[in-house]
């Protein structure tokens, strides 16, 4: 993303009470924004975005028609609402995603055709299509996600045209340089590659990856309108639209590649050596094939849920697809994005395995130790654990673990005739490890608090030792002033399937609980 740049001012005003330029002011807020992004996550990189924020509403109030300020202040506003480590309150998160929006819009007002400005409106109706998903109903979702991938097929068709504008007119400046001898005009200086970056007009960064980046978000907008949409042919077509997206994208990387493979050949025979590849100018396939996974896994889903279908082929292409993205990451690395990539990739493939195991197991498969349906909740338990060595302190995924210790345990519950026997031995071991995981969590949760369901989920697990009944009705207790609710536990059935013990469930004391609940 373009973000305003000007010469660092010499002298800087150290008088706190002299007013601040525009210029100052956008200064010190580009300051405060890049020590956000090298901090990445954490409250202090969230504080250092705030703080931006806060600068760049000053300077716009000081020039309103400023377009890059505007710009700035409306996509650092949505940074903050997608801040994840640690993430604001769901209503926090729709004021701010409201405001993006808001300010977005009021951006492209200024300047009708800043790409970037679009793209990022596109993402920002996405995500609050989503938070509705989550927090109101599918109904409230569906005129963002519509808007969504309007705006994404207006922004890909001015990021082509202008892309192959500026390719063409480079290719036909260069077949007059080869009739001067293949003089390089120096004065094309806004193009690196003539492959891979254009600018459009207004100067926004055109790439075979913008391209791609568009295609692929626009495939997911409309995957999840299908979802979401009543009409099961209407469902179907929006569906077919997100794969003709990806299948355009992967046309898009072809050529790309066989552009890149017809220069080197041309660079070779020019110098008689091979020519080095700039890392920089790969294409992004796992983006591609993430967002493939993404809508197959959840294509499947929808089929078995909404028209009682099952098809495990949406599910086996799907973690194909993902296993693909897994393998192109290195295990090893200098570079701690290189890190968290691999771990949400990984996280991402055990998503898909446990949304296939369910539906299996909702399909009617019969259960022991080894079904399929079990296999695939070990591999999806190997495959959190291993994103875990990537992310040491991610607590999403250690909370991640923990469920699958309780989703395993229930299933060796499932199995057991009496306390006696050897699967319910399995389940205590479980539930033990599971417990150890979130205990991990619960430490970690000064810095990455825990949603309410995890102190639930350790009440339930405690539920089955005589002797932490009083550690059970303090968890117990502490989700309830986390904001828990009788509601929020049948929920919670549906994540993770796994109930208190029925010992416990029939104790006066949690009688009463439960009734204060309701």
């Not at 002011?25 to 996550?41: N, P, V």
Request: aromatic content about 10%; glycine content about 4%; hydrophobic content about 35%.
């Amino acid at each position: 993303m373009n973000r305003y740049r000007k010469n660092k001012i010499g002298n800087k005003k150290s008088n706190a009470e002299i007013k601040k330029t525009f210029s100052e002011l956008m200064e010190d807020a580009i300051e405060q924004e890049e020590k956000g992004e090298r901090y990445g996550d954490g409250k202090k990189a969230r504080k250092f975005y705030e703080n931006a924020c806060d600068l760049y509403e000053k300077a716009h109030n000081k020039e309103k028609q400023d377009f890059t300020c505007l710009y700035n202040w409306a996509r650092v506003t949505y940074i903050l609402a997608t801040f994840s480590k640690p993430s604001f309150s769901s209503q926090k998160k729709i004021n701010l995603l409201q405001l993006a929006i808001e300010r977005f819009r009021s951006a492209l007002n200024l300047n009708p055709k800043a790409l970037d400005a679009m793209f990022n409106l596109k993402q920002a109706l996405s995500s609050f299509g989503e938070i509705c998903l989550d927090e109101v109903s599918e109904q409230a979702a569906i005129p963002f996600f519509k808007e969504a991938c309007e705006l994404g097929d207006k922004v890909f068709d001015l990021q082509e045209e202008a892309y192959r504008h500026t390719n063409n007119a480079f290719s036909d400046k260069n077949e007059e340089n080869d009739k001067h001898q293949h003089e390089q005009d120096e004065s094309i200086d806004t193009i690196y590659n003539k492959n891979e970056i254009m600018y459009d007009e207004e100067g926004d960064v055109i790439t075979m990856n913008s391209l791609i980046e568009t295609l692929t978000t626009n495939a997911e907008d409309l995957n999840n309108l299908s979802t979401i949409i009543e009409d099961t042919a209407e469902s179907e077509k929006l569906f077919n639209q997100a794969l003709e997206k990806l299948k355009k994208a992967e046309e898009l990387a072809k050529e790309i590649e066989a552009n890149k493979l017809k220069n080197e050949n041309e660079a070779k025979d020019s110098c008689g050596h091979d020519v080095d590849e700039d890392d920089d100018d790969e294409i992004d396939l796992n983006s591609i094939d993430s967002t493939y996974a993404t809508i197959l896994s959840s294509r499947g889903e929808y089929l078995f849920n909404t028209l009682g279908i099952f098809d495990a082929v949406f599910f086996e292409n799907a973690l194909e697809h993902q296993n693909k993205v897994i393998q192109r990451i290195p295990e090893s690395s200098n570079s701690q994005v290189v890190y968290q990539q691999k771990a949400q990739e990984l996280c991402n493939k055990a998503d898909i395995l446990c949304s296939f195991a369910e539906t299996l197991m909702n399909n009617g498969e019969s259960i022991d130790e080894h079904s399929p349906s079990q296999e695939m909740y070990r591999e999806a338990l190997a495959a959190y654990e291993k994103a875990l060595t990537f992310e040491d302190s991610n607590n999403s995924i250690i909370c991640r673990i923990g469920d699958m210790k309780l989703i395993l345990a229930q299933n060796y519950l499932f199995l057991s005739e009496s306390k006696d026997d050897e699967a319910y031995q399995s389940m205590l071991q479980l539930v033990r490890q599971g417990l150890d995981i979130y205990k991990k969590a619960l430490k970690n949760s000064v810095e990455e608090p825990v949603e309410p369901e995890i102190y639930l989920r350790v009440a339930k697990g405690l539920s089955y030792y005589d002797d932490l009944t009083t550690q059970c009705q303090g968890m117990l207790k502490k989700f309830v002033q986390m904001g828990g609710s009788l509601e929020m536990m049948e929920d919670d059935r549906q994540f993770v399937n796994f109930d208190f013990c029925d010992d416990i469930k029939n104790k006066p004391w949690f009688i009463q609980g439960m009734k204060q609940l309701e």
